[in-house]
């Protein structure tokens, strides 16, 4: 949810608009940042497990350290990392666009 890797800022966060427009589309959404440990305007609490196998689709907008990207992609069944962490590891759902 924060602006850019290792901070708690949200200000001009683009994870903040995603986060809208799934919810708008009714996508149950949900988080892990290490940074922002809660969004009460959202009343969402950032989960302790971001390898959670029970997603659709993971979407990486901020890379922070300290989160193992790769293992999101292979775990996630589909994974949209908009940072190109995980460019080169090869996953179930992954394709290179």
């Known amino acids: 949810m924060a602006y850019k890797a290792g901070v708690g800022d ?7 608009k995603i986060l ?5 589309r009714g996508a149950d959404v949900s988080y892990h940042d290490p940074n ?3 969004l009460p305007q959202f009343g969402l609490t950032s989960v302790e497990d971001p390898y959670d196998s029970a997603i659709d689709l993971a ?10 990207h790769a293992r ?17 590891v090869e996953a179930a759902g992954s394709r290179q666009l």
Not at 20 to 24: E, H, I, M, N, T
Not at 72 to 88: F, N
């Open 10 to 16: 949200m200000r001009e966060s683009p994870a903040l």
């Open 20 to 24: 809208k427009l799934l919810r708008a």
């Open 36 to 38: 922002v440990p809660e």
């Open 59 to 68: 979407v990486i907008v901020t890379a922070h350290a300290g989160v193992d």
């Open 72 to 88: 999101i992609a292979v775990t996630a069944p589909q994974t949209l990392d908009l940072r190109g962490v995980t460019r080169g």
